[in-house]
């Protein structure tokens, strides 16, 4: 296609994305206080454990409504995540091989789960990191908790987690298109554990080991996987080279 062409398709494509993400924004408005009631149960939590006054605060009057509004949206994203990230893939697959193309394939079909599993482990270990927090805070005091601010927190670390389940995906992908070895991705174990353990400790609050070995052992088991996938595809690699090596050379020896 002419450079023109390619622009006419971009937007086609990025139409179709938008307009997923519409449609899945309108659910998110009616899921919204269900999103919310989740987020806010550990301050919930922490008001009828600790018996102290805890509860979020919005400190403008349109501050429910932005946040509501921002929920919104992000539960639209998620929803419309297989759309928007197959409109991605189409645009990009025609100036793929074939053998490409089915690896982008296989990296969607595993990136997205992966991702939504990151995402429910950061959901998962949310009360606890919030427990932690929380409880630095003297008894007589009270925890009112700027909606927004605690809002940002949460997207940043349930994102955060969600990327780094996906980056044993991009290990395998690098290593089916020839970047890296298997021999070098399973060499630096030690520096992707430490890197693994570095990263959970700053994503949890330090006085929080449980939440920290919760992120870090199923991270550690991915990578773990990676190292063994690409171990077997180097090795199926390898006896294919050297079977189409003893051709040739049988093939040179009866010439």
């Known amino acids: 296609m002419s450079l023109g062409q390619h622009f006419i398709e971009l937007r086609r ?67 419309a995540s297989p ?27 595993t990136a997205i789960p992966l991702f939504l599993a990151g995402c429910s482990a950061g959901v998962f270990v949310l009360p606890h990191i919030v427990q932690v927090m929380t409880s630095f805070i003297a008894q007589q005091d009270s925890s009112i908790i700027d909606a927004k601010t605690y809002y940002d927190f949460v997207l940043k670390l349930v994102l955060a987690v969600g990327v780094a389940f996906v980056l044993p995906v991009f290990l395998v992908l690098f290593n089916f298109v020839g970047v890296i070895s298997a021999q070098a991705i399973i060499k630096g174990w030690r520096v992707a554990i ?29 990578y773990l996987l990676a190292c063994g ?18 051709q040739l050379d049988a093939e040179l020896a009866g010439e």
């Open 194 to 222: 430490i890197l693994i353990v570095l990263f959970t400790a700053l994503v949890t609050p330090a006085a929080d080991v449980i939440s920290m070995l919760l992120l870090a052992v199923p991270m550690i088991l991915l």
């Open 83 to 109: 759309v928007w990230l197959y409109q991605i893939w189409a645009f990009i697959v025609p100036a793929l091989v074939r053998k490409e193309k089915l690896y982008a394939l296989g990296f969607l079909l």
């Open 13 to 79: 494509r990025l139409f179709f994305a938008a307009l997923a993400i519409v449609i899945g924004s309108v659910a998110g408005w009616f899921l919204s206080d269900m999103v919310l009631d989740v987020l806010r149960a550990p301050v919930v939590t922490i008001a009828g454990a600790e018996h102290r006054n805890a509860s979020l605060n919005f400190s403008n009057v349109t501050g429910a409504f932005d946040l509501k509004l921002t929920i919104t949206i992000t539960v639209g994203v998620i929803i």
């Open 229 to 246: 996938v690409t171990w077997i595809h180097d090795r199926r690699v390898s006896k294919r080279v050297d079977a189409l090596d003893a």
